[in-house]
C-alpha cells in the first residue's frame, strides 16, 4: 500500500510538473510560441471550410490604378472620395465606411466639398481616426478632430503578435484619456445597431472563400464604382480602403502558406472578415484557456502512464509516437469539423517531458532495485571461500597464488528487456528463484561462485579448494545448468514472462587467485587471461548459435564428455586460435548426431567442397541445430574452413 501511494504521488508529481512546463513554454520561451502560432495558422491556412461569398458586406479598394489618375497619391483627392461617397449612396448601399485617415488638409475647396458630403450623405458613414498616441501629430490630431467633428468614427486598431507579426485579432473598444472609444468595427456595428457583447478585443474567425478564385468578400477598384450595377452595392455594407503594395498590409494566417508577403492582406480586408464575424456572431476560434489546459494534462498523464506500465520498450515507444500523432490529427480535425482551435505543441511537450521524467524516474528505482538484489546476494557469495578462510585463517592477507582453475561464465539473454518489462517485486520472485537453482547446480559440483554480476555468475573449479578433476566437475555443471535453465525459461515463458537464454561459456587456465583489494576490504577472486577466455566463450554463444561453448584446454582434460566441435576460434582480442567445443544434450532432439555432425565438420576443416553439402543434408534432417546453421551462412558469406575470426566480444 505504501509503494502504491508512493507511485501515485511520484505520478500525479510527474504529470503536474511537465504540463506545467509545457503550458509555460508557451509564454517564456519564443521558439514554443512561434511553433503554436504555426501549427494554429497552418490550420487555419488549410481547413478553413468554404463559405458563400458575403452578402452583405464589399469591398471598395483604392490601388495603384486608382491613384494612376491623380497629380498626387496623398492624401487622396478628397473630391473624388466625395463623388465615391454619392455614387455608393445612388446605389443604395446600406451603410459605407471610410478605412482611410482623414488627418491633414489637402486643396481647400475639394475639402470642403468631402465634408459637406460626410455631413449631408443620406446613408450611414463611418470614417476611421486616429490618436496622437496612434502616431499622429498634434496638428493631424486637431484637424481631424475638427473636420470629422460629429462624424461617426472608429480606430482601426489590429492585434499585431510581437514575436512573428501575424495579425489573429482585432481590437474593439480602448480607453483613452479615462473616456472609452470605438475601433472601427465596433463603431459600424454601433451605426448598423448591433450590440457587442464580450471583451474588448476579437480573435478572428476568418470568413472562408468559396473556392480558390473566389475571394470571401466582393472587392471592386474605387475608381470603378460608378460603372458598377446598382444591384452590386444595393443594401450592402460598403468598406472603403487602401490596396497597396505598401500601405496598410498585414500578415494573416493564410500567409503560413503563401511566398513571401505575397498573401498580405489589406488591413480594410481585415476590418471586412471581423465585422462579418461581428453580424452573424461568430466567435473566435480559441476555446477557453482551462480546454487547453486539461488537454495538456491529459497527455502528460499518457506519457507518464505509458512508461511506466510494463511493455516492452518498442512498444511503448510505439505508442507515444501514436499518442503525438493523436495530437497533431486531433487537433486538425477538430478545427475542420467545429472551428476551434485547441493547442497541440504544448501537449506534445508534455508528453515527451512527463515520458522522460517518468523514465529517469524508473531508471533510478530500477538501479536502487538493481543494487539491492546485488546486495543482497552477495551474502551468499562463495560459502566455500568463507569455510576455507575459517579452516587456514593464515590466507587472510592480501595477495595470491597461480594455480590452474577452470572458470564458468553464465549470462541471461535479453536481460535488459526482462528488466524493462517486469514490474520490480516479480523480477525479484524471478531472480531470487533462478539464483537459487543455479546457486544448488554450482554447489552440487563443488563450484565456488566468485562474484554475482546482475543476471551473470562468475563460477571457479580448483579453487580455493584443490579439485584435480576441476575440468569435468565444470563442464558437468556446466551441462546440468543448461538443461535447468531451459527448463526454468520454458516455466516463465508459459507465464508470459520473458526469460532468456542461459549461455555458458567454459575455460580451463593458469590464474592468480587470491585476495585482492585494500585493507578494509578482502576479495577472494582470480586474475589472468583464462577468464576473459571464459568471458568471451559465453558471448561466441550468442554468435555461432550455441547455449554452451567450452574451450579446448578443458575438453583435452575430459575424456567422457559428449561434446562436438564448434570451430577454431580467434577470440576478440585474440592472435592465436582455441578449439572450441559444444555439449550435446541426451534430451535434446534438435541436434544433429555427433557421428553424422564429425563427418561434415571433418569436410569443413578440410575445406573439401563437399561441405557445403553435407552440412545442407544436416540442416534438413534437423532444421532446428543452430550450429548447423551458422556454418552454412559462413559458407553462403564465402568463408571456409573451420578457422573462424570473431568480430565481436
Partial sequence: MKNRTRQLFTLSAIVVVAAAAAVDADYLLPVVRVAENWSRDLRVATLTPPEPQSRQIVGVTVTEDTLAAFAYRSPLDRRFVSDLLRSLEAKGARLVALDMLLD??????????????????????????????????????????????GIPRGIPMVSTDSIDGTVRGIELRRRHEGQPQFGFVAAVADALGITITGGDSLTLRFRGAPDPETPPFATYPAHAVALLPDAWIRDRIVLIGADLNLADRHRTPFSVIADGGADEMPGVLL?????????????????????????????????????????????????LLVAMGAIWTGGFALFQYSGQLLPVVAPTLALGLAAGLSYAWRWRDEQVHRRFIQNA???????????????????????????????????????????????PALLVTIMNAYFDGTCAIVYEHGGTIDKFVGDALHIMFNAPLEQP?????????????????????????????????TRIGVNTGIAVVGNFGGAQHFDYTATGDAINSAARLESVNKQVGT???IGGTTIDRCHAAKVRPVGELVLKGKSESIVAFEPVPNDDDSYSGIDEYMAAYGLLSAKDP?????????????????????????????????????KEK
Avoid at 590466507?395 to 597464488?401: A, I, K, T, Y
Avoid at 578433476?469 to 558437468?476: G, K, L, N
Avoid at 552440412?615 to 543452430?626: F, I, Q, S, V, W
Fill in 271 to 319: 476590418q471586412a472578415h471581423a465585422l462579418s464575424q461581428v453580424i452573424e456572431g461568430r466567435h473566435g476560434p480559441n476555446g477557453p484557456a482551462w480546454q487547453g489546459a486539461l488537454v495538456t494534462v491529459a497527455f502528460a498523464l499518457i506519457g507518464a502512464l505509458v512508461v511506466m506500465c510494463s511493455l516492452a520498450v518498442v512498444i511503448k515507444a510505439i505508442i
Fill in 104 to 149: 491633414q488638409p489637402s486643396e481647400p475647396d475639394k475639402d470642403m466639398e468631402l465634408q459637406e458630403t460626410l455631413r449631408t450623405l443620406s446613408v450611414p458613414v463611418v470614417v476611421a481616426s486616429a490618436e496622437i498616441s496612434d502616431g499622429l501629430t498634434e496638428r493631424q490630431a486637431a484637424f481631424m478632430a475638427e473636420y470629422l467633428d
Fill in 469 to 501: 578433476d576441476h575440468p569435468e566437475r565444470a563442464v558437468a555443471c556446466a551441462v546440468a545448468l543448461d538443461a535447468y535453465c531451459r527448463a526454468f525459461a520454458s516455466r516463465q515463458q508459459n507465464q508470459a514472462i520473458d526469460f532468456g537464454v
Fill in 377 to 423: 546476494f552477495s551474502k551468499f557469495v562463495a560459502p566455500a571461500v568463507v569455510e576455507h578462510m575459517l579452516e587456514n585463517p593464515d590466507r587472510l592477507r592480501l595477495g595470491g597464488e597461480r594455480r590452474d582453475v577452470t572458470f564458468l561464465f553464465t549470462d541471461i539473454a535479453d536481460y535488459t528487456r526482462l528488466t524493462e518489462n517486469t514490474e
Fill in 547 to 549: 547455449r554452451v561453448c
Fill in 610 to 646: 563437399q561441405a557445403e553439402r553435407a552440412l545442407r543434408e544436416l540442416a534438413r534432417r534437423y532444421p532446428a541445430d543452430a550450429l548447423v546453421a551458422f556454418h552454412l551462412q559462413r559458407l553462403a558469406a564465402g568463408e571456409s574452413g573451420s578457422l573462424i575470426v570473431m
